[in-house]
């Protein structure tokens, strides 16, 4: 009976060093948590949810701005998806095959219901159904900054702008294999044979370009020039008060590097203050850095003259606050989308809401992904907002529902359905 007694106390002896020893190596365990994927692509919106985002741009408070003011920029779309093949393939991204035809029907029915949408907005969601693109947006902006400038040399005025060098060649790399479509090589002939073109250094500290007849205009100040090539496009406030716009022509095909990244890295600025009205002042405060930090960004751009502008990459005029820069991989020229988002506040640590329909009417050296890029403007506003303008968003894609129904009727007569 003892030796009974002893083995079941032995027993829950060893069970209970058991049940400490889980509960332990439980406590120690960590248990990884797992992000959810991100499904590329562009979803369907439910009903109610397209009624929620007709609701806010309904209700959005943009001035004086009438869905009319958007006539321009939709016609100069159509004019550009009237050139494409209706069923070449503009973009495939995700699950969504997006068609020149489909882009220009919808563009055409927006352009129909345009007079009545001030007072029946409703018909958005009736004339088109919602996709929402995925991943998110990050939206920042550009701007057409203004330059005092000469369009003859004057000691006041040292720094050149140049136009597209004739040297420079460019090679359409699909020419070569259906994998390289869409991409450029850049370049330049020497006694070796092509090499790439002149960078930044080269051009601005060494002279490459130098009495070659390249220049359009001269301008005060190196950083203004940098800024420029930054935005693509500005304006020249000239000695006599007269403007003209100066207008991106080309590129010198070298990687672009983003200053303030390397201004963060280096430690010379801090991210949370990371502006261009920032960095302006940072650069003027620190000439003897100058050459150091410009150089650090190769790329290089090439500009000409005009009367009008600015231009995006449709050769048709920017809206300001409608006309985005996109990657035309995941948005092509010419699609319409609604941009829901904030805006910094100038004085002010707040944000203010923004539901606008956009235009995908240019692109950018930078703009990669589902990255969107706002045209601000001109003037001291718009260079606040695009210097300051950070934020995640969304991108909301309208297909004309006529467009969707008449696929959908083609297809069910080829499968003999």
């Known amino acids: 009976m003892v030796v009974f ?20 190596g439980c406590a120690s365990i960590k248990v990884k948590e797992t992000k959810p994927v991100v ?22 408070d943009n001035g004086d701005m009438s869905w009319e003011s958007m006539r321009e920029g939709i016609n100069n779309n159509i004019k550009y ?38 007072e029946s907005p409703e018909l958005l969601e009736e004339k088109f159904a919602w996709y929402a693109l995925s991943p998110r947006t990050l939206l920042t902006g550009y701007y057409e900054p203004h330059l005092e400038a000469s369009l003859t040399p004057d000691p006041a005025y040292p720094y050149p702008l140049y136009s597209v060098p004739e040297d420079l060649k460019i090679i359409d790399l699909g020419d070569f294999h259906y994998r390289w479509k869409g991409q450029q090589l850049i370049y330049r002939m020497d006694e070796d044979g092509a090499v790439p073109y002149y960078d930044r250094k080269a051009i601005d500290f060494e002279g490459a370009l130098e009495n070659k007849g390249l220049e359009v205009a001269w301008v005060r100040d190196l950083v ?10 500005g304006r020249l406030i000239l000695p006599d008060g007269s403007v003209k716009h100066i207008l991106y022509a080309g ?29 302006r002042a940072f650069l003027k405060s620190n000439p003897d850095l100058v050459e150091e930090l410009l150089i650090t960004n190769p790329s290089y751009v090439f500009f000409r003259v005009d009367d009008v502008g600015p ?12 006309s985005v820069a996109v990657d035309s991989r995941v948005l092509p020229l010419g699609s319409l989308a609604v941009l829901t988002t904030k805006l910094p506040v100038q004085d002010d640590n707040n944000k203010k809401p923004f539901v606008k329909m956009v235009m995908a009417q240019d692109r950018g050296g930078a703009i990669k992904g589902t990255r969107v890029d706002l045209f ?15 934020s995640w968003s969304h991108i909301y894609l309208p297909i004309s529902r006529d467009y969707l129904e008449q696929k959908k009727t083609l297809e069910l007569e080829k499968s003999g359905k």
Not at 44 to 60: A, C, D, F, N, R
Not at 224 to 233: E, H, K, N, P
Not at 252 to 279: A, D, F, H, P
């Open 5 to 24: 007694l002893r083995s079941i106390k032995a027993c829950l002896v060893c069970s209970f060093l058991i049940v400490i020893f889980l509960f332990a």
């Open 251 to 279: 590129k010198n095909g070298l990687k672009y590097v983003t200053l303030g990244k390397v201004l963060i890295n280096r430690g010379l600025m801090s991210k949370e203050g990371m502006s261009m009205q920032g960095i």
């Open 376 to 390: 601000c403007g001109s003037g001291p506003e718009a260079e606040f907002l695009a210097g300051h303008l950070k």
């Open 81 to 118: 998806l009237s050139r494409k093949p209706a069923d070449g393939i503009a973009a495939k991204y995700g699950n969504m095959e997006i068609t020149w035809e489909m882009l220009l029907r919808t563009n055409n029915d927006l352009l129909e219901i345009l007079p009545e949408l001030d």
């Open 39 to 60: 499904v590329k692509g562009f979803n369907e919106l439910k009903k109610s949810q397209v009624s929620s985002l007709i609701s806010k741009v309904s209700t959005q």
């Open 224 to 233: 203004d020039v940098f800024i420029l090539q930054i935005q693509g496009s």
């Open 311 to 322: 231009f995006g990459s449709m050769n048709a005029p920017l809206t300001p606050m409608s």
